[in-house]
């Protein structure tokens, strides 16, 4: 009887061993490289441009907001501060509206010794983590300004890097593609964008009515024409 019950049934031993195999295959799959799948509640947003409303200047403002950017695991990167980017900790809350770029855009390959020769060059178009690699290191040397070199010029320096098209990104337009193209995460991250514009317009038209609409107006006359003029008319103002 002793002996008897030391055996292991076989059975159990299967189970065992597949109860072993399985958390390794299950770490595989979820690392796959090629995943572009947006998860919200774990703030992953591959290949993604992102945007958060800012405090306070989102109030009067609500087309305004703080950009960054999803690598191709879904991490958040932004330029946060002076010599400073940030990875996987969006600096002013959650992502509220995202653009996802097609795979065509974002090419993700795992590269050989001599295709990284290539892209050092100039000889070769980066891939969308590579881009992004680049555009941090140079960011992590610059100082930050929200009126010459900002969020929108990191992410506007990062798409100029992958050279997809003719178009050559400017904070004006990056902006333009968040507010056109930009879609909304749920419906909370809509509210949360507009309800605090809603409630300062009301007060302001409320107490102030046309001196508020005046100055409001002003408002948005002077940083369109500030960006506008930085971007088209004085060349290497606003840095990209």
Request: charged share 15%; aromatic share 16%; net charge neutral.
């Given at each position: ?7 292991v049934d076989?059975?159990?031993?299967d189970l ?5 195999t399985?958390?390794?295959?299950m ?5 796959v ?5 947006i998860?919200?509640t ?22 305004v907001?703080?950009?960054?950017i999803?690598?191709?695991d ?8 002076p ?6 900790n969006f ?8 653009i996802?770029?097609t ?11 001599e ?25 992590q040397?610059q ?19 992958l050279?997809?098209?003719?178009t ?5 337009n ?20 507009y ?10 038209v ?16 002077l ?11 004085f060349?290497?103002?606003i840095?990209?």
């Open positions: 009887m002793i002996l008897t019950s030391k055996f076989p059975h159990q031993k065992a061993m597949e109860s072993d399985e958390p390794k295959h770490m595989i799959e979820h690392n490289p090629n995943s572009m799948q998860d919200p774990r703030a992953r947003f591959p290949c993604c441009i992102v945007w958060t409303p800012l405090p306070v200047i989102s109030w009067f403002l609500p087309f907001g703080h950009v960054g999803g690598r191709e879904g991490v958040i990167v932004d330029f946060a501060g010599n400073f980017v940030s990875v996987d600096t002013f809350g959650d992502v509220a509206r995202y996802q770029l795979k065509e855009k974002c090419p993700i390959t795992y590269r050989s010794e295709e990284f020769k290539l892209v050092e060059s100039g000889r070769n178009q980066y891939t969308w983590d590579e881009s992004l690699k680049k555009t941090t290191q140079e960011y040397q100082i930050y300004s929200i009126l010459t070199c900002n969020c929108h010029s990191f992410v506007a320096n990062h798409l100029n890097r050279e997809t098209g003719p050559c990104w400017n904070v004006v990056v902006a333009t593609m968040i507010l056109l193209k930009g879609q909304w995460v749920n419906t909370q991250s809509m509210i949360r964008s309800l605090s514009f809603m409630m300062v317009f009301f007060l302001g409320t107490f102030g009515g046309a001196n508020f609409l005046t100055f409001l107006a002003f408002v948005v006359f940083v369109f024409g500030w960006y506008l003029c930085g971007t088209y008319y060349k290497n103002f840095r990209l």
